[in-house]
T-cell receptor, first 112, second 111 residues
Framework: ETGVTQSPTHLIKTRGQQVTLRCSSQ?????VSWYQQALGQGPQFIFQ???????GRGNFPPRFSGLQFPNYSSELNVNALELDDSALYLC???????????FGQGTRLTVV | GIQVEQSPPDLILQEGANSTLRCNFS?????LQWFHQNPWGQLINLFY???GTKQNGRLSATTVATERYSLLYISSSQTTDSGVYFC?????????????FGKGTHLIIQP
């Protein structure tokens, strides 16, 4: 059984640019969620996708957007990057919405 | 949204000691989970414990859902237990379905 995998592991972008992060969910899981973790803080919920539809969103602006594909993998897109977007981005998958979540190793994004 | 308070924020212990980490929720939650974040940032699942008590080796957890708190017990600590421990839950009142995390307990086990 393959766990949750994310790519890339590290990324450096310039303020104003756009970035796409990728996540492959654990086998059999149809729900994917994304989280942002700033240094020294707990992860914060960005949004969740279930069967290719966004079905929950945290307090993040519209420049944070996502996609889920038929194989349940997912992308997180961030437009017009700001310095404060520098963080660890974590993807989690679960069998169904509101069941145990399993996390990937994260993508560390640095905006300069 | 709900508030998740973890205590203590920092804990330094000698190898072999026991510890109790606490998590309080401001409102009812579903899907209560405990995680250990390793130095590379990955969240490792410890317990999925909406209610009751579970044990896994030297670790155990208890959730009292009616009183909105959960406890994580670590016995006979080892240096590899060092790291940040998070609890998280999904608000049961509806709305966004993501986990709400506490700020974590930073545990250091000294040899």
């Amino acid at each position: 059984e393959t766990g949750v995998t994310q790519s890339p592991t590290h990324l450096i972008k310039t303020r104003g640019q756009q970035v796409t992060l990728r996540c492959s969910s654990q086998s059999g899981h149809n729900t994917v969620s994304w989280y942002q973790q700033a240094l020294g803080q707990g992860p914060q919920f960005i949004f969740q996708y279930y069967r290719e539809e966004e079905n929950g969103r945290g307090n993040f602006p519209p420049r944070f957007s996502g996609l889920q594909f038929p194989n349940y993998s997912s992308e997180l897109n961030v437009n017009a990057l700001e310095l404060d977007d520098s963080a660890l981005y974590l993807c989690a998958s679960s069998l169904v919405s509101q069941s145990e979540a399993f996390f990937g190793q994260g993508t560390r994004l640095t905006v300069v | 949204g709900i508030q998740v308070e973890q205590s203590p924020p920092d804990l330094i212990l000698q190898e072999g000691a026991n510890s109790t980490l606490r998590c309080n929720f401001s409102d009812s939650v579903n899907n209560l989970q405990w995680f250990h974040q390793n130095p590379w940032g990955q969240l490792i699942n410890l317990f999925y414990i909406p209610s009751g008590t579970k044990q896994n080796g030297r670790l155990s957890a208890t959730t009292v859902a009616t009183e909105r708190y959960s406890l994580l017990y670590i016995s006979s600590s080892q240096t590899t237990d060092s790291g940040v421990y998070f609890c998280a839950g999904v608000p049961s009142g509806g709305g966004a379905d993501g986990l709400t995390f506490g700020k974590g307990t930073h545990l250091i086990i000294q040899p």
